[in-house]
């Protein structure tokens, strides 16, 4: 990934939040027949530190399991909010006009090496600590336990479990840190103005000032 210092995030909490918050991976391998994306929610363990696992499960019939070239890294994509900037949006415009569109982004790359787990209690743990994650939020939350035994033995025989260490993370914030204050100032306003969930969200870590190397 190009990586401009100024948008680094050296971070490893803030990169884990955002894992956190936007558990679906692109999981990028290597097998037989080259280069393989599957799209795959992973749920973040911090340990072992410093990066943490990821875990996750992949439906049976998914050649992914069987067919993966395990002496090569798996990468791991999460993407966090993401807008088009528009130039209209830039307090600079009216002075010199040198002003273009761009697109902000937060993304977090994860790398290791995928391990198969092909054991039904690993699978039903992870399922649990996945959905626990995500029915969090909800005032009655669902578990796996409310479904019932004969059916969730069955749906667990038709998955399996995938596992990886991160060994290194990168994360980039593309936040408008190259822009002078008055811009970043006038396109949160922008981003704020068209009430999109999405550049609500960036506007929110612009404004937040995430601090970045450079």
């Known amino acids: 990934m190009y990586l401009p210092s100024q948008f680094e995030q050296p971070d490893i909490e803030v990169m884990h939040e955002l894992i956190r918050n936007r558990p679906l991976a692109t999981l990028v391998t290597l097998g037989s027949n080259g280069i393989n994306a599957n799209h795959i929610p992973l749920h973040l363990s911090p340990t072992p530190e410093p ?3 990821l875990r996750g499960h992949i439906a049976r019939a998914n050649p992914l399991w069987h067919d993966l070239a395990s002496d090569v890294e798996t990468l791991a ?3 966090g909010p993401d807008a088009y900037i528009s130039p209209l949006w830039y307090a ?5 006009g ?6 902000n982004y937060a ?4 790398y290791g090496f995928l391990r198969v787990v092909d054991d039904a209690a690993w699978v039903r ?11 969090a939020a909800f005032p009655e939350p669902w578990a ?36 002078p204050p008055q811009n970043r100032r006038s396109v949160i306003q922008g981003l704020n103005g068209s ?7 960036m506007a929110a870590l612009i404004n937040a000032g995430v601090k970045n190397v450079g």
């Open 51 to 53: 990066f943490g696992v």
């Open 77 to 79: 994509i999460f993407h």
């Open 92 to 96: 600079t415009k009216q002075e010199a």
């Open 98 to 103: 040198k002003v273009v569109p761009t697109w």
């Open 107 to 110: 993304v977090v790359h994860a």
């Open 125 to 135: 743990a992870q399922l649990e600590a996945l959905t626990q994650q995500n029915e």
């Open 144 to 179: 796996v336990s409310d479904a019932p035994e004969d059916f969730t033995e069955k749906l667990l025989e038709a998955v399996v479990g995938i596992e990886m260490v991160i060994t290194r993370l990168t994360g980039k914030w593309k936040v408008s840190q190259n822009q």
């Open 195 to 201: 009430g999109q969930g999405e550049a609500v969200a």
